[in-house]
DNA sequence: ATGGTAGACCTTCTA
């Protein structure tokens, strides 16, 4: 079973580009995020005309996340619960149905630059919201994924020039020590449990030629519950797409478990 | 030294 996560930027700007990767890949689940559009705006029949069940938390202008999946979503959370007064479309989850039935998430946690702001706060509120969520997950039978965008570099294997992300909000030890809480909950960082190799970067930002000159960052993960990583096989990051035209500056990241 | 690009949308915000 192979799921995938990958940050569109914009689903309505990118469809083709998202609908040639989809045609190409065929995962049986997908987690897109900024989705960038509300639900009446989500090209909902392009993705039933390719055999996907959808589910939609969209937001206007920002954010918004999407799950995609081959066989029925049953069970949808829109929105991470635990603060009622949080409106931005960050996250849904739900459960991919069937005698292989998955719970799985689709995750854009808050950027949180600049350090030092409200936003930097409610990045770290975000963060131990999400912990807390996952923790319950785990009471469930299903297998747990939880992938997304974190918006947080795990470590300085995981970007081109660690001192040039000092000061930012994605490689704070505040940051990094909020994804390592979510492994301690009980998770597992799949590309980390695959041997994936230093430089495995998954954004290239558009600015600067960083593509052209790989200066890119790792920051879109799958984190798996005990059942899911027991059943791991591989992770790929789809590096070559973000060389196509009109790309969006993530790129796919598919876990393939033996589910 | 404070740029450089992209998307939504309406003039600026977010990334």
């Not at 949080?86 to 630059?113: F, H, K, M, T, W």
Request: glycine share 8%; net charge negative; proline share 7%.
């Amino acid at each position: 079973m192979k799921i995938a996560t990958w940050n569109v930027n914009s689903v309505n700007a990118r469809l083709e580009t998202v609908l040639r990767w989809f045609e190409a890949e065929s995962p049986d689940i997908a987690c897109l995020q900024e989705i960038k559009c509300v639900d009446e705006r989500f090209p909902v029949e392009a993705f039933e005309r390719l055999g996907y069940s959808v589910a939609v938390h969209g937001q206007k202008t920002y954010n918004g996340v999407a799950l995609l999946s081959r066989t029925p979503l049953e069970d949808v959370v829109r929105g991470l619960p635990g603060d009622p007064d949080d409106l931005q479309a960050r996250y849904i989850e739900a459960v991919a149905s069937g005698p292989r039935a998955v719970r799985v998430a689709s995750i854009y946690l808050p950027n949180g630059n600049p350090v030092g702001t409200d936003k930097f706060a409610y990045k770290l509120a975000w963060f131990e919201r999400l912990r807390r969520r996952a923790g319950e997950l785990l009471a469930f039978e299903d297998p747990v994924a939880l992938l997304g965008d974190y918006n947080v570099i795990p470590g300085p294997e995981d970007v081109h020039d660690p001192q040039a992300w000092l000061g930012d909000a994605l490689y704070q030890p505040q940051s990094r020590s909020a994804y390592r809480a979510l492994q301690w909950v009980g998770y597992t960082d799949a590309y980390a449990a695959a041997d994936g190799a230093p430089g495995g970067y998954t954004f290239w930002d558009y600015q600067a030629g960083a593509w052209p000159r790989d200066l890119g960052i790792r920051i879109d993960h799958a984190l798996l519950s005990p059942i899911a990583a027991d059943a791991l096989k591989g992770v790929t990051i789809h590096r070559d797409v973000r060389g196509w035209d009109k790309p969006s500056d993530h790129v796919p990241v598919v876990v393939d478990l033996a589910l």
